[in-house]
């Protein structure tokens, strides 16, 4: 049984541990070793916690407890981050900004259980549609995400780690109840 709740700042340590180890799983074969070997869960906690020293009451950090009360997963929802490059076509978009699980606990029903978190959340907020980034090559985000209801949208991001390419496609959902422009 997974439980979701809010992040609190003692779950920090906990966040980043998945944080790390997930990109370390998921990413073994897309991003360079020596990334993800520098890979560390203090600093990564360390910049966690500066982003929630001034937090946006729009951005909503979850953590995904097993039966025991372990950390298993997160998750992080708010608005879209536009760039130069969208034109302010996406402004009243939600953005499903991270969803990391332990290694262990994928296929276990918990990055289900935060991929519906999300969506309730984001539809909550009045967002009319959740946009996600995903790396091209990460085949097993992106059934994840397309089972969720997610498509891509022809969204493309150059992403570069260590040198070498790693591009990023975007996913969209039209969130339920909510007005499209």
């Known amino acids: 049984m997974t439980r979701i709740r809010l992040m609190t700042e003692a779950d920090i340590p906990a966040v980043a541990e998945v944080r790390v180890s997930g990109w370390q799983f998921a990413y073994q074969d897309l991003v360079p070793r020596s990334y993800l070997d520098r890979m560390d869960p203090d600093t990564d906690a360390e910049r966690l916690r500066a982003r929630l020293e001034y937090p946006d009451p729009r ?3 979850v953590v995904a407890e097993d039966e ?19 034109g302010g076509a996406f402004d009243d978009d939600g953005e ?9 606990s994928i296929g276990r029903g918990v990055g289900r259980t935060l991929i519906v978190d999300a969506i309730r959340r984001a539809t909550a907020q009045g967002f009319p549609a959740l946009r996600v980034w995903v790396l091209e090559g990460n085949a097993r985000a ?6 969720a209801g997610f498509a891509p949208d022809g969204g ?16 969209m959902l039209r969130l339920a109840g909510q007005e499209t422009a």
């Open 156 to 171: 493309r991001e150059p992403f570069t780690v260590d040198g070498v390419a790693v591009p990023e496609v975007r996913y």
């Open 96 to 104: 499903l900004f991270a969803i990391y699980l332990r290694p262990a």
């Open 68 to 86: 025991d009360g372990t950390v298993v997963g997160w998750s992080c929802v708010g608005p879209y981050r536009l760039d130069e490059t969208d």
């Open 59 to 61: 951005v909503e950090d």
């Open 142 to 147: 992106r059934r994840f995400y397309e089972r």
